[in-house]
């Protein structure tokens, strides 16, 4: 009797011990249910590290665009600016050289004036014109031209006043009547300013 007693304890004990067994069992199911939002959550948070890093980039790639362009808008206005530099810096050095020949111009000028006035020979008038001639001819394929100032209307950006005299006529009032020295222009520039006088 005493071991159909203690069966019977068993068999009584056994359905709790299964009813436990399945909650164990069913406990790590719901435990691995409630770990896949966990798994969810750094997905998403990659997702916008992503979309952070992406966006951190594309700012950079502009930021490198726009640098890269002022540089080369930099480097183009540098060239044009040297290379006008060295253009400017040749046209001076030559209006220098072609100042200093503007006096020998003047000399020619008076010695053919005096030749003309004197009985002096054929050939020393010729060969003074010649001279003249190719000097001339020099100049202005240098870029050096004469101005045309005498009966025009004073200007003070080609001339210059050294005497005023009174004329009779209203029309040649303000206007210069004489060139002491004849002014040149090189290139469009003013190199020498021509020495007049004016009407009054």
Do not use: H
């Not at 060969?127 to 101005?147: H, N, Q």
């Amino acid at each position: 009797m005493k071991k159909n007693k203690e069966f019977k304890k068993q068999d009584s004990n056994k359905p709790e011990e299964d009813v436990k067994q399945q909650q164990a069992a069913s406990q790590p199911q719901a435990g691995q249910a409630a770990e896949e939002p966990a798994d969810e959550e750094p997905a998403g948070e990659a997702a916008s590290a992503a979309e952070a890093e992406l966006a951190q980039m594309q700012t950079r790639l502009a930021a490198s665009e726009e640098k890269y362009l002022r540089l080369a808008a930099e480097f183009d206005n540098y060239r044009r600016r040297t290379s006008k530099e060295k253009l400017d810096l040749v046209k001076s050095a030559g209006e220098d050289i072609l100042k200093g020949i503007l006096p020998v111009l003047d000399d020619c000028e008076r010695a053919i004036q005096q030749l003309e006035k004197t009985e002096a020979s054929t050939f020393e008038k010729e060969g003074t014109g010649l001279i003249y001639s190719k000097l001339v001819s020099y100049l202005k394929s240098c870029g050096l031209e004469e101005m045309q100032v005498l009966g025009s209307d004073f200007d003070t950006d080609f001339c210059e006043a050294v005497a005023q005299l009174p004329v009779e006529e209203a029309s040649r009032k303000g206007k210069v009547i004489e060139v002491i020295q004849k002014g040149y222009t090189l290139g469009g520039k003013v190199v020498r300013f021509a020495k007049v006088v004016i009407g009054q």
